[in-house]
């Protein structure tokens, strides 16, 4: 592969791949600690972050590489100069460009112009890299991922868009659960679906909290994603059904609990939910890195 744009361009033997060097990483980093020797990686933010950002750093420097940090930059790139000079000026010095940015057309205009590899690292439409060490992470709980289900509950997103292909890539089941007028994608479902039906397992979806019984494990995110305007007053009332607290994870039956953070407690989750010992929020966290560092290896040259 070039580039991780989306995880609907990897096939399931890659996303495989990934999963098993980044367990590999996880268990003893010593046999990696050349890889990325001699290499240096861009990462630039069009938004926020903190676990992108420092997960990024701390793991290309375990990779034996270096990363150079493009902060915000007052705004979205191509302001000050062109997307496109961005990405040829970039791999002039860079191994790797690694880009949080608003629109995911500016990462299709980085990696049609870069001759390194571009990885997304959020957009308005995908989180791939969370979506690998979310996979990761109910890998080391479940061993097999085929026949288990996870739930996702609350806004169709970005992190909901990107956890549909890789549970349908790796024959995951999964069941969105979401308020009327904000379900993912309508044609990413059906692509989502048809690579589950492909993998023998399913995609469903349902505004009803019934639909999340059975489910193995139960995934949240904000219900306002960074560069959404919503105001809270506004979505509460409608989205206040969909809060994940111990009464929902009790009737669901699930045995984990997971958020990609930044979590809202009272919000999206209880604060109960949040920091009971099976929340597995912060391996998920962790586990961004192993991750991510298994991507930079396949894909650095
Ligand atoms: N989950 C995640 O991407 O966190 P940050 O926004 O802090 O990077
Ligand atoms: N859906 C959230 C994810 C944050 C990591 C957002 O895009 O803001």
């Known amino acids: 592969m070039a580039n991780l744009l989306t995880l609907k361009d990897w096939s399931s033997t890659d996303i495989q791949q990934v999963l098993q060097l980044a367990a590999q990483m996880k268990a003893d980093y010593s046999a990696f600690d050349q890889t990325l020797k001699g290499k240096s990686i861009a990462t630039l933010f069009e938004k926020p972050s903190l676990r992108t950002r420092v997960s990024f750093d701390v793991g290309i420097n375990k990779l034996g590489g270096h990363s150079v940090y493009l902060d915000q930059q007052n705004g979205a790139l191509g302001k000050r100069e062109e997307v496109k000079d961005f990405a040829q000026n970039l791999s002039r010095w860079c191994d790797a460009i690694v880009a ?27 989180h791939p890299c969370q979506a690998l060490a979310d996979m990761l992470t109910l890998q080391e709980q479940f061993g097999e991922l085929k026949g288990k289900t996870l739930a996702y509950v609350g806004d169709g997103n970005n992190v909901t868009h990107s956890l549909m292909f890789a549970s349908a890539k790796l024959g995951m089941n999964m069941v969105v659960v979401c308020p009327e007028g904000h379900f993912p994608d309508g044609k990413m479902v059906l692509e989502a679906k048809a690579i589950a039906e492909q993998q ?79 929340s597995l929020a912060m391996e998920q966290a962790e586990n961004r890195m192993h991750a991510q560092n298994a991507v930079l290896k396949i894909l650095v040259k």
Request: charge should be negative.
């Open 200 to 278: 023998g397992a399913t995609l469903t979806l349902s505004s009803e909290l019934a639909a999340l019984e059975g489910a193995h494990a139960i995934y949240t995110d904000t219900w306002i994603s960074m560069g959404d305007g919503t105001s809270l007053d506004e979505i509460k009332a409608k989205f206040a059904p969909y809060q994940v607290n111990s009464a929902m994870m009790q009737n669901s039956g699930a045995q984990f609990f997971l958020h990609c953070q930044p979590a809202y407690r009272g919000v999206e989750v209880s604060a109960e939910v949040m920091d009971a010992s099976n």
């Open 100 to 126: 949080r940015v608003f629109d995911h057309n500016t990462l299709i205009e980085l990696a049609k112009h870069a001759t390194v590899p571009v990885v997304n690292s959020l957009c308005d439409l995908y």
